[in-house]
């Protein structure tokens, strides 16, 4: 098992001290519309491939087409598609993460932050309230999760969720929401219904995926249809 050894307290603490002197000194990011309003998406993780990554990136590039800036803030960040745009570090453990992200915000004019949530914990992170008197705060679900916290969402600007049908998400508890499909580079729908009778997901293997496969397996076990796993 792989170990962040700067997921341990005193080191996340003095990483983040070290950016912070960063922030002070380096000056601010060279935006592309420097006069136009400015996003900041904050995501733990961003992996080589993946379906958030691949919808980030999706959305990245069509703000960009719009005349937005988009800069990305990550704890690690190994997507090439996304680097073509103002990739940030910040350590997400440490006790002043809220802090020093605010500092990363004042310093380059952020007017946008919006919060990646692909687990429980992201949701935790930082705090609505505050975050809302330094800029527009919102976020997008990426999965579907058990558990999220309705009113921790209703203090944010916005919510975007992928999907109105997913299993664990309350939306009569959620106050006004977006959603967006899972691709907007398609142009049309790719897929009909013809009668079919099995089920097919594609998915990496990995515990970041348990979830929505088990959501998955549950599903079709429930509705008694056939089902394979690539």
Same mark, same amino acid.
């Given at each position: ?73 990550? =704890? ?12 940030? %570090? ?7 993460? =809220? ?42 679900? %990426? ?7 309705? =009113? ?15 299993? %664990? ?62």
């Amino acid at each position: 098992m792989k170990i962040n050894l700067f997921s341990l307290p005193v080191l996340s603490a003095l990483e983040n001290v070290y950016i912070r002197l960063k922030i002070k000194y380096r000056g601010d990011i060279k935006w592309r519309y420097p006069d136009r309003p400015k996003i900041l998406y904050v995501v733990k993780r961003l992996d080589d491939c993946g379906g958030v990554e691949t919808r980030l990136l999706q959305y990245a590039d069509e703000l960009t087409r719009r005349r937005y800036n988009i800069a990305f803030v990550t =704890e690690s960040n190994s997507f090439a598609g996304v680097k073509k745009y103002p990739c940030l %570090h910040l350590n997400f453990h440490t006790r002043k993460f =809220e802090d020093t992200l605010l500092a990363m915000m004042a310093q380059n004019g952020i007017d946008t932050v919006e919060l990646q949530i692909k687990n429980r914990s992201c949701l935790y992170r930082l705090n609505p309230q505050r975050m809302r008197r330094h800029a527009r705060y919102g976020c997008c679900i %990426h999965s579907n999760i058990k558990g999220l916290d309705p =009113e921790m969402l209703n203090d944010m600007d916005y919510r975007v969720i992928i999907s109105d049908r997913l299993w %664990h998400i309350d939306y009569e508890a959620i106050d006004t929401f977006h959603v967006l499909p899972v691709s907007i580079a398609a142009g049309q729908r790719c897929w009909r219904w013809q009668g079919q009778s099995r089920a097919l997901i594609i998915s990496r293997i990995r515990h970041d995926k348990y979830r929505q496969i088990e959501s998955f397996v549950n599903y079709c076990r429930a509705v008694g249809t056939d089902f394979r796993i690539g």
